[in-house]
């Protein structure tokens, strides 16, 4: 789904850095610079060095690609949002190129996270998850739930140009709509607040299940006797 961006991806003076910006700032050039260096998890390599990740790489990551992500979700939709005033025509590039590189910038360190947990699971990884999966599904919601971005696709879907777009944009269009649609858009007021907070329960849930599954499994074990 688009809230969850179709998957989700995790030194000591950079978590205190990001932990005072709360997703409020964009990091400068130089921020980013250092930050790159020393975290194995904002590696922009095809292979990420997942020996190299260790539990005080996660939060810093994690947060750092927030607030890009964050950044870059608003100014897309400052953008859309002031085409649709002015009546403008948009074209699948104006949209969708930009909303899957929100969806990218947010999910990668999460996504290398996601996979330590499967398969170095710790109770320091564990608490990182519960500390950060609520800013990543608040993130999520936000974007799915963004009015802009659901009215520009919905008239680059309505439009005369969209039947001549190649069919896989056309199939990515009304993907991004139908996922919107169920990941609450339309809801206003005190039911779009429920929504939201039935999915964040819903996330919580499962990661609990999930870590009773692997904790079940580690526990389990058959002794053969020849």
């Not at 989700?8 to 400068?28: D, E, G, I, N, T």
């Not at 260096?37 to 990420?48: A, G, I, K, R």
């Not at 870059?72 to 948009?90: H, P, R």
């Not at 990515?172 to 169920?182: I, N, T, W």
Request: glycine share 2%; hydrophobic share 40%; net charge negative.
């Amino acid at each position: 789904m688009a809230f969850f961006f179709r998957t989700w991806l995790v030194v000591s003076f950079y978590l205190q850095f990001f932990a005072c910006s709360a997703l409020k700032a964009r990091p400068s050039s130089a921020d980013q610079e250092e930050v790159h260096e020393l975290n194995p998890l904002l590696s922009e390599v095809y292979l990420p060095p997942l020996a190299k990740i260790q539990p005080d790489h996660v939060k810093p990551a994690v947060l750092f690609r927030l607030l890009e992500a964050q950044s870059k979700f608003e100014e897309l939709e400052t953008y859309l949002a002031a085409q649709l005033k002015d009546g403008s025509s948009l074209t699948y590039e104006d949209i969708m190129p930009q909303l899957e590189n929100v969806y990218e910038t947010q999910g990668q360190p999460w996504t290398y996270f996601s996979h330590l947990l499967s398969v170095r699971n710790s109770p320091r990884l564990r608490e990182l998850e519960d500390e950060l999966q609520p800013k990543m599904v608040s993130f999520g919601l936000r974007i799915s739930q963004s009015k802009p971005i659901y009215r520009a696709l919905a008239k680059l879907n309505s439009s005369a140009a969209f039947a001549s777009l190649p069919e896989a944009r056309q199939r990515a269009v009304h993907a991004e709509l139908l996922d919107r649609k169920l990941s609450g858009v339309s809801l206003e007021g005190s039911a779009a607040e429920e929504f939201n907070k039935l999915q964040k329960e819903l996330s919580e849930l499962s990661t609990d299940f999930s870590n009773h599954v692997l904790d079940a499994k580690s526990a389990w074990n058959i002794t053969l006797h020849s």
